[in-house]
């Protein structure tokens, strides 16, 4: 069968790929009478008394909603929130296999962000955590800010963040190889949409030198009156100080390439106008915009996708499931710049020194030394900028996640 034809029949034998279990025994008449009545009533009692205990008696405290209203669901655009049902699925499964983290798939049938907002801070008793997914920028960036001001939940848009944290993550490394820091490098993002953004302002914090963004209509410049919004404009302001005003101009002297558009839009003639050892992420997916041995006929020295069939696989499967299990255990009030940027360092400290080479620069997707990882760093980091609601052990988080993973990787094969 084709790799369609072999999705298809997934789906539908399993009629979707997530389920619920329960964690206790209900074998006998004592069972029911713990799981339900009347010993229900008990810890009912008590989250009445005090509400902080749901997390301690119920699964709240490990449970994240994915929301999506369907606008921007992988390269497939606004394809609506019932066709955006199986990559939520597929994000459920994925925090719970890689870091043990119970996540929900609920699409949405709004576009509204006034409505998207309300209907999240409706589910705040249910779930301690929100996954913002596929839903298209700018309005992305309100229901974020507004989630934020408004609810105790955390609040993670993994389009936006965890793009930017795998994407540092990558390049970390990826200045290692070539000798070079961050404020050392000038770098070109094609792409002004939520990833780009985040990634830009990630990168900035992090001590990026010049960064210039790219749209459909050319480089974002303070100024330009064609194809801008409040987001863009912000990051003219940040951007850019030279008013490039080409796409090739862009290209010319730049150490680093960041694609986050679309296919083909990139070409050997524009990697070889890029500064010696030259670093391309190229992350459209399926299409990059230009292909490894394209950019490498180019010049490039270290090549990254976004696909799994060539080295340097650019996933936010590295980020979002660590991400949200160190911010879950210590109940932070946010995810803010240091744990981003704690994660990606965690993600990059994976690879040791002398494992690292051009084509190994960031993590494999199934390694499952990352989640644990990254969770403690950003459980750290969470703590040491007066986030977390409760003080925990970094050490003890990281070996947890590590026995859910494992734990959860034998259920896998046994399926």
């Not at 229900?40 to 490990?62: D, F, K, M, Q, W």
């Not at 019932?82 to 699409?107: N, Q, R, S, T």
Request: aromatic share 4%; net charge neutral; with cysteine.
């Amino acid at each position: 069968m084709s790799l369609k034809e072999e999705a298809l029949k997934l789906h539908r034998d399993s009629r979707g790929k997530i389920e619920i279990l329960s964690r206790v025994p209900l074998a006998d008449q004592k069972d029911l009478s713990l799981a339900y009545t009347p010993g229900v009533a008990e810890p009912c009692r008590e989250i009445h008394r005090e509400r902080e205990l749901v997390n301690t008696y119920t699964s709240r405290g490990n449970m994240v909603a994915v929301v999506s209203d369907g606008t921007a669901v992988l390269g497939l655009g606004d394809i609506g929130p019932e066709a955006a049902m199986p990559v939520m699925e597929g994000k459920c499964i994925l925090f719970k296999y890689f870091a043990g983290v119970d996540a929900f798939p609920i699409c949405v049938a709004t576009k509204e962000p006034k409505e998207i907002v309300n209907l999240v801070k409706l589910l705040e008793p249910t779930f301690a955590g929100v996954n913002l997914e596929d839903i298209s920028a700018p309005r992305c960036f309100e229901i974020e800010n507004q989630l934020k001001r408004e609810t105790e939940m955390v609040i993670f848009h993994d389009d936006q963040h965890g793009t930017a944290i795998v994407v540092a993550g990558a390049l970390i490394s990826a200045l290692k190889v070539i000798g070079k820091g961050f404020s050392e490098v000038s770098m070109l993002i094609t792409g002004a949409g939520a990833s780009s953004i985040a990634t830009a302002k990630l990168l900035l914090d992090m001590g990026a030198g010049e960064i210039i963004l790219t749209d459909r209509v050319g480089p974002i410049w303070q100024g330009r009156p064609e194809g801008m919004n409040w987001a863009k404009e912000e990051m003219a302001r940040r951007t850019n100080s030279r008013r490039v005003k080409t796409l090739d101009d862009a290209f010319r002297g730049t150490n680093v390439f960041i694609g986050l558009s679309g296919p083909g839009v990139v070409t050997r003639e524009m990697v070889s106008s890029m500064a010696q050892d030259a670093i391309v992420l190229a992350m459209a997916n399926p299409i990059p915009e230009i292909f490894p041995d394209e950019a490498r006929a180019g010049g490039a020295r270290v090549i990254g996708t976004g696909r799994s069939d060539f080295p340097n696989q650019v996933n936010n499967v590295l980020a979002f499931p660590g991400v949200l299990r160190g911010a879950l255990d210590c109940r932070a009030r946010d995810i803010n710049e240091p744990m981003k940027q704690a994660a990606a360092r965690a993600i990059a400290g994976v690879i040791g020194d002398s494992e690292l080479n051009e084509g190994y620069i960031i993590p494999r997707a199934l390694d499952r030394r990352v989640a644990p990882a990254v969770a403690a760093a950003v459980a750290r980091a969470a703590m040491d900028s007066g986030v977390a609601r409760i003080q925990v052990n970094p050490a003890e988080i990281a070996e947890d996640c590590a026995r859910q993973v494992e734990r959860l990787a034998g259920l896998g094969k046994a399926r």
